[in-house]
């Protein structure tokens, strides 16, 4: 178990530009998270996917927010056209399939939008 | 709706003293309640879970917490402070059957020597 695996960990980018971050879960793992975490905020639950189909959304998934699974296993979570408010702690977790099984969590991509 | 409140943003204690952080849940169905840990610039680690089997919950590192419906309460309890318990404790609750979890908005715990 080599536990959740993101990257980039910071990403400092210009308002207007593009980001892609990826997670690599747990390998047994076929449920997958992304998680969004403000400065002082808990966690807030983005999207969820079960192997390569993403079943919920939250409303906090603008338009400029697209996530992917293709191949059910890494996940990729892009950002277009960045905003300043876009700037946070980008949380990825996985579970097992488990009823109510834990979510691992990575450590995060930090991201910082000037 | 499910949602958590962790009351008191931040808790100090003394090194051995009782840690006590608090949570109060909102669920309009039986919840799912869960207790996580994050340090510094690094993800977050399940402490504890509740999912229905026993109201005492014992988890990691010595911490525990109590799921008492009449005081729609889970609070985190360890009987003696180690500098290592220094972090941001968070809340969560999920609807029974759900998958995505609904966080507090964190307790940060300060250990004092």
């Known amino acids: 178990d080599t536990g959740v695996s993101q990257d980039p960990r910071h990403k400092i980018t210009k308002r207007g530009q593009n980001v892609t971050f990826r997670c690599d879960p747990i390998s047994e793992h076929n449920r997958l998270y992304w998680y969004r975490q403000t400065l002082g905020q808990g966690p807030e639950f983005l999207t969820y996917f079960q192997n390569e189909a993403q079943l919920e959304k939250s409303r906090l998934l603008s338009d400029r927010f697209s996530a992917e699974r293709p191949k059910g296993s890494f996940s990729t979570l892009e950002i277009q056209r960045t905003e300043q408010g876009d700037s946070a702690m980008y949380l990825c977790a996985s579970s097992s399939q488990g009823f109510n099984s834990p979510l691992h969590f990575g450590n995060g991509t930090r991201l910082t939008v000037t | 709706a499910q949602s958590v409140t962790q009351l008191g943003s931040h808790v100090s204690v003394s090194e051995g003293a009782l840690v006590l952080l608090r949570c109060n849940y909102s669920?309009?169905?039986?919840?799912?309640l869960f207790w996580y840990v994050q340090y510094p610039n690094q993800g977050l680690q399940l402490l504890l879970k509740y999912t229905s089997a026993a109201t005492l919950v014992k988890g990691i590192n010595g911490f525990e917490a109590e799921f008492k419906k009449s005081e729609t309460s889970f609070h985190l309890t360890k009987p003696s402070a180690h500098m290592s318990d220094a972090a941001e404790y968070f809340c969560a609750v999920s609807r029974t059957g759900a998958n995505n979890l609904f966080f507090g908005t964190g307790t940060r715990l300060t250990v004092i020597p």
């Open positions: 669920s309009s169905v039986p919840p799912y």
